[in-house]
């Protein structure tokens, strides 16, 4: 069963990576246009570029995903207790860190 997710952040998100991508083929294009450059060079660069872009994509999908569901605990005194992981957390992932 997939998650319904509201339309608006989703909406957000996918203006932000269109934004993004914008920026970064015109900035890659003017960088490789700027002088001769080895295919070394322009693989590197595109690298560093796309983990960047790789990192905004993961936070924002982050960011619009479900929250995972909240889960019960049961307390010393015989009680018990919902909890749900709400502080603010560094993931460290493949595409660096997200917080």
Not at 25 to 53: F, I
Not at 59 to 78: D, E, H, I
């Amino acid at each position: 069963m997939h998650a319904i997710t509201p339309a608006e952040p989703v909406a957000s998100f996918v203006q932000t990576i269109i934004e993004r991508l914008t920026t970064l083929a015109r900035t890659l294009g003017a960088w490789v246009q700027a002088e001769p450059r080895t295919l070394q060079a322009q693989q590197e660069q595109l690298l560093r570029q796309l983990h960047a872009l790789g990192s905004t994509l993961l936070a924002g999908m982050l960011a619009v995903a479900p929250q995972p569901p909240t889960r019960t605990v049961l307390c010393s005194c015989g009680a018990q207790a919902t909890c749900r992981r709400i502080p603010p957390a560094t993931l460290t992932t493949l595409l660096g860190c997200l917080t």
